[in-house]
């Protein structure tokens, strides 16, 4: 009697940990399905194909900032001033097209711009050993700074035709900034999954002394991580004065930061480093988008939007520290 | 007379894996009573269970005669039950005083602590041991050895009756150690009760007075200790005996792969000169604070401020990153294998890889089949137990992260091999077959460098020794020549120079 008994036991705890295992890798996944079952119950315009668009539309620039603000979790750091280098960005690369009359220059400064922001947080944060936060805190109020000082505190417009048309295009159905995320998505996911890069920024994360004494050169990488996700913040720049074909020194980027932070982390990237994925961020960027579109389509106030976010992200980390 | 604590048939299982059977064990008043067996065997188990932090399935626990149910640490404490773990329970940046009553601070009628009340019971305390530290001072400033007797000294403000000791002596020193054992002896006096959990059998037979030994979750054998049981609790430690032999051959070397002149750094090391042939094992041993791991640290690039020479084959180098230590040759196994050496959120098999990806890539992307099966091949070599190599190394027992680690630095082929104290926290019967790994490597061609505060395990396997004190190297002895007494009166520097 007692052995099938314990047979049965074995069995359910062997079934408990499988799930267990399922709950922590695919949380995200999880969540982002039943938010996904559950919006298309509560609003029937939720599944319309244009809707679908619109979503993603909406997150593609929060969504490339994200990608690089992963790897920047990843290797245990913070990036508090994505917003404003956006700003920055959009100011310079906007003054660049109108004087030059170049989109190809327009772009080159705006990643040049990024990099360069992002180079200069990685180097306060690898070499003079600036805790990421504080590092990070000072670009934000410095680069919103300058892209007031810049712009005289307004928003300036391009003057050159086909600007808009970067944003403003599509690919068959899909319009072009969902294409460019989804390129920014599979280039960062190669990185970081399959290349010895994308291994040492776990590896940093995790055990940064342990890196430095495998041979890695982790004031390197550490730089290399920040000045990579400095220009996806360019890229996100683009598409975002693009669209609009114009940029506002004081009103762009506004707390870009907390949406992305909070996509990373509802994507299951540990806040210390070496835990996380790509795919993660992925669904972390559309449940913030849905979560949104939802509010909007059931009139909720957008002033709400914010308390909403702020809820997920709390929820968010209660859950990843049953693990 | 009954015992004044007896665990009776105890019996737990953690998801259907038994992993206590029947385990009985009688500790007497004022006894120091030693708890052995390897790592797995059950101890901690037993002793958790003691301080009631698991609950068994069977089995009674029954103290001064009376059965009692341990449901939490804090009725295990109420019953004058003190556990001090292995990772001390201190905070650094409180006073001692602080520490002492944490918790369990004096308070006045207003809630405000009473600070010099608390400051005299510490003083009285700590004299009481023989201690001399000042109740205000700040604990970080304490030598880890002062904070175990703080450990010690919250269990008699507790008025433990028992107390349970996990591996106390893993971070200490020579010197501490002594002075820990003296104060053990003192409670004995007063009649507590000390249970003691070790690895080391020489300080067991020095200290305790009886010992259990665990395998496997059974009693396989408990006595009073007495010298000529040595070998035979290592018998029963392991199930098989473990020889006292020497584990090297003494055979030609090849060149010189390490050559180091004159290495000095201010207030760590001073004019360091030696070799490592190939195939040699050249062993450094000392007390902590000697100033071998600085000195190794130095030389694979972690420590950047130092003068004088190095030459790999020959070749002058001037190495101030790991990463060019790692280019010259030079491999690394550190001490503190959580914190210097494994990754924790990567699998075993990128742990492996870590160093050496570019040996797995293929037009610029690391192709995993390629990784596993290198690992098939070291699991094999190097006798890897790995359920699944997928799963994060911290997973692995500490010798078979060890193993890990080691692969790493075969997969570098790397010339120079440096072992930072290899056996740290790994069971006895795992440290040999480290050894011998060791050994083979050095047979192989390798040029090996081992530093040890055990000086009776590395004189083992090494051909070499070099004694350091203070910063300094006092003395050098062929590996078969030398004796334990011999080494430790150079590493305590009441000898000088030979």
Known sequence: MAEPEFERAKRSTKWNSRLSWIWTEYSVIIAFLILFVVSSILSPRFLEFSNLMNILM???????????????????????????VLALVGVFSVIA??????????????????????????????????????????????????????????????????????????????????????????????????????????????????????????????????TLAGMLVSVAAIIETSRLNSISSSSSGQLYELDAIAA????????????????????GVLILGILNNMMNLMNVSPYLQGFVTGLVIIIAVVFQKRE | MSSFLSMKNISKSFNHVPVLKNVSINVEHGEIHALLGENGAGKSTLMNILGGVHQPDEGAIVLNGQTVEMTTPRTSQSYGISFIHQELNVI??????????????????????????????????????????????????????????????KALLHNSRLIIMD?????????????????????????????????????????????????????????????????????????????????????????????????????????????????????????????????????????????????????????????????AGMGLVPKDRKENAIIKDLNVIQNMSLSSLAHFEKAGLIKGRAEREKFNFYEQKLNIKVPNPKTTIDKLSGGNQQKVVIAKWLEVNADIIIFDNPTQGIDVGARREIYQHIVALADKGKAVIILSSEASEIRKVCHTIHVMYQGEVTAQFAGEEATDDEIMSYATGSKRGR
């Open chain 1, 97 to 226: 097209l109108n004087a030059s009359g170049s989109i190809f220059i327009a772009i080159i400064t705006a990643l040049a711009v990024g990099a360069f922001t992002g180079f200069l947080n990685g180097f306060m944060v690898a070499k003079l050993k600036i805790a990421a936060f504080i590092a990070t805190l000072g670009m934000m109020a410095a680069a919103r700074s300058i892209a007031l000082y810049t712009s005289d505190g307004g928003s300036i417009s391009g003057e050159v035709e086909g600007f808009s048309a970067i944003s403003n295009s599509s690919i068959g159905a899909v319009q072009s900034p969902i294409f460019i995320f989804g390129l920014m998505a599979v280039l960062v996911f190669i990185l970081l999954h399959q290349t010895r890069f994308g291994r040492y920024v776990y590896a940093i994360g995790s055990n940064e002394k342990g890196a430095l004494l495998s041979g890695i050169r982790v004031d390197r990488i550490k730089m290399a991580v920040y």
């Open chain 2, 167 to 327: 591996e106390p002596t893993t971070a200490l020193a020579e010197h501490e150690v002594h002075r820990l054992f003296a104060l053990m002896k003192n409670l004995k006096q007063t009649g507590v009760s000390i249970i003691y959990i070790s690895h080391k059998l020489k300080e067991i037979q020095e200290v305790c007075d009886t010992y259990t030994v665990l395998r496997d979750g059974h009693v396989v054998g408990s006595n009073r200790m007495k010298d000529e049981n040595l070998d035979e609790i290592t018998k029963l430690m392991v199930g098989k005996s473990v020889s006292e032999d020497r584990l090297t051959e003494s055979h030609s070397f090849g060149p010189v792969a390490l050559e180091v002149k004159h290495l000095t750094s201010e207030g760590f090391f001073k004019d360091i000169n030696f070799t490592v042939r190939k195939g040699e094992i050249v062993g450094f041993t000392g007390l902590a604070g000697d100033g071998r791991t600085e000195l190794f640290e130095s030389l694979f690039g972690f420590r950047k401020k130092y003068n004088g020479q190095i030459k790999i084959f020959a070749q002058d180098v001037n190495i101030n990153h790991p990463k060019q230590a790692l280019k």
């Open chain 1, 58 to 84: 909406q997150v593609s620039i929060i969504g490339v900032i994200a990608l690089g603000m992963t790897m920047i979790m990843l290797s245990g750091g913070i990036d508090l001033s994505v917003g404003s």
């Open chain 2, 92 to 153: 650094s940046d409180l006073r001692v005083y602080e520490n002492l009553f944490l918790g369990n601070e004096l308070k006045n009628r207003f809630g405000f602590v009473k600070v010099e009340e608390m400051c005299d019971k510490t003083s009285d305390i700590l004299a009481e041991l023989g201690v001399d530290i000042h109740p205000k001072t700040y604990v970080r400033h304490l030598d880890t050895s002062y904070k175990q007797m703080l450990e010690i000294a």
């Open chain 1, 264 to 283: 990373v982390i509802i994507g299951g990237t540990r806040m210390t480093g070496g835990r996380g994925k790509v795919v993660g961020t992925l669904f």
